[in-house]
C-alpha cells in the first residue's frame, strides 16, 4: 500500500508544478487537471484511511470553509467593489480549492488556506510586475498550487509527517 500511495503523492505534485505552470504562463488552466487532482486526491484519502465517517466530516468541514470564504469574497465584489464575481475571483481558483477539500485535514486544510493566501499577497506584492498579466489578476491557483508542493516536500518529505489525505480531524 506505501508504493501506491507513494506513486498518489508524486502524480499530485506532478498535477500541482503543470497547474502552476499553466496559471503563471497563460492565466488558464486545463479543466481535467483539476478533476484529475480531485480523483488523485480522493484517491490519496482512501489510500491513508479510507472512507470512515471522520473522513466525510472533515470533507463536509472543508467544503463548509470554502463555501463560508466564497460566500464572503462574494459579498465584497458585489458590496464593495460591484463587479461580478467572476471578475474578481477566476474558475480555476475556485476548482483548485474544489481539488484540496478533500485533502487535508481541518486544521491543516484552514492553516494552509490562510498562509497560501499570506504567501500570494506577499508574492504578488515582491513580483507583481512579473507576474501580473494583462488582466490584473494574480495567479491565486499557481500560488496556491506551489505553496501546496512545498507543503508536500518539506513536511511530507523531510519530516516524514502525513500531510494529505489525514483521516483524523485533529491531526496536524
Given amino acids: 500500500?506505501?508504493?501506491?500511495?507513494?506513486?498518489?503523492?508524486?502524480?499530485?505534485?506532478?498535477?500541482?508544478?503543470?497547474?502552476?505552470?499553466?496559471?503563471?504562463?497563460?492565466?488558464?488552466?486545463?479543466?481535467?487537471?483539476?478533476?484529475?487532482?480531485?480523483?488523485?486526491?480522493?484517491?490519496?484519502?482512501?489510500?491513508?484511511?479510507?472512507?470512515?465517517?471522520?473522513?466525510?466530516?472533515?470533507?463536509?468541514?472543508?467544503?463548509?470553509?470554502?463555501?463560508m470564504q466564497l460566500l464572503v469574497l462574494y459579498g465584497y465584489l458585489k458590496i464593495v467593489r460591484k463587479i461580478n464575481f467572476f471578475d474578481g475571483m477566476g474558475l480555476g481558483d475556485v476548482f483548485f480549492y474544489i481539488c484540496i477539500i478533500p485533502m487535508l485535514s481541518v486544521p491543516v486544510f484552514i492553516f494552509f488556506n490562510i498562509s497560501s493566501l499570506v504567501f500570494a499577497l506577499l508574492i504578488y506584492t515582491l513580483a507583481g510586475k512579473k507576474i501580473h498579466m494583462e488582466s490584473g489578476a494574480i495567479p491565486l491557483a499557481g500560488i496556491q498550487a506551489v505553496t501546496l508542493l512545498l507543503t508536500i516536500i518539506i513536511v511530507e518529505g523531510f519530516f516524514s509527517i502525513p500531510v494529505l489525505g489525514t483521516c483524523f480531524l485533529l491531526s496536524i
Fill in 1 to 67: 500500500m506505501p508504493v501506491y500511495t507513494n506513486l498518489v503523492i508524486g502524480c499530485i505534485c506532478i498535477l500541482l508544478l503543470i497547474i502552476a505552470w499553466q496559471d503563471f504562463k497563460t492565466r488558464t488552466v486545463y479543466v481535467f487537471l483539476f478533476a484529475l487532482l480531485f480523483i488523485s486526491a480522493l484517491f490519496l484519502q482512501y489510500l491513508r484511511c479510507g472512507f470512515s465517517e471522520e473522513a466525510y466530516v472533515h470533507i463536509a468541514l472543508n467544503t463548509s470553509v470554502v463555501c
